[in-house]
């Protein structure tokens, strides 16, 4: 069974702090790895997506991903208040469907 | 460039009956994913259509079933709703099976 972990929270960060968001998988043969944000009431918006080991940046974001450890996270770097959502963590093992965590829910507080 | 479009939005169904969703992935997509998003479970794999064959299929009953047409869109289909049905049925879209999935805004199903 592939699974792929995530700390459920809410985790709390003041605004302009960084946010730190982490992911476990099984799946050792695992290739490419994903972080969507979903809003409340939406569907999953993708902010990111990672295939090599190392960090990957976007603007604010950061990508970390670490193969023989299994994990990875995402940075939010000067986190704003518009960031609160869920942040969902999806694992791509070759070409079958992605398995996502339940997703860790971040709260910015203003 | 158009995005993944699902239809209709929101469906209210009683048990017993049976649904019809639908979803248009990005043009030039082949790949259309069906997830299922309860609260408690988070997202669930349902199936996965692939140039009009199925390719993958999750733990859900017959109840739920799908197809691709030669277009690329896709229905999905269940019968005989039970109330554990009511979800938010999430459509994703990929060029192919190793790339990254871009979902629709979802069909909001409840059963009463």
């Known amino acids: 069974q592939k699974e792929v972990e995530q700390n459920s929270g809410p985790l709390s960060v003041p605004e302009g702090a960084i946010a730190s968001l982490n992911c476990t998988y099984s799946d050792r043969g695992s290739q490419s790895f994903f972080w969507y944000r979903q809003y409340s009431g939406k569907s999953p918006e993708l902010i990111m997506f990672i295939y090599s080991n190392g960090d990957k940046e976007d603007g604010r974001f950061t990508a970390q991903l670490n193969k023989a450890s299994q994990y990875v996270s995402l940075l939010i770097r000067d986190s704003q208040p518009s960031d609160s959502a869920t942040y969902l963590c999806a694992v791509g093992p070759g070409n079958t469907p992605l398995v996502f965590g339940k997703g860790t829910r971040l709260s910015v507080i203003a | 460039k158009a995005g993944v479009t699902q239809t209709p939005r929101y469906l209210i169904k009683t048990r017993g009956q049976q649904v019809t969703l639908s979803c248009s992935p990005i043009?030039?997509?082949?790949?259309v994913s069906w997830y299922q998003q309860t609260p408690g479970q988070g997202l669930q794999f349902l199936f996965e259509?692939?140039?009009?064959?199925?390719?993958n299929k999750g733990n859900f009953p017959g109840r739920f079933s799908g197809r691709q047409f030669s277009n690329s869109r896709s229905e999905m289909n269940v019968s005989t709703l039970e109330l554990g049905d009511s979800a938010l049925y999430l459509c994703a879209s990929r060029f192919t099976g190793e790339t990254e999935a871009f979902f629709g805004q979802g069909t909001r199903l409840t059963v009463v």
């Open positions: 043009s030039g997509h082949r790949s």
């Open positions: 259509y692939f140039s009009e064959t199925q390719r």
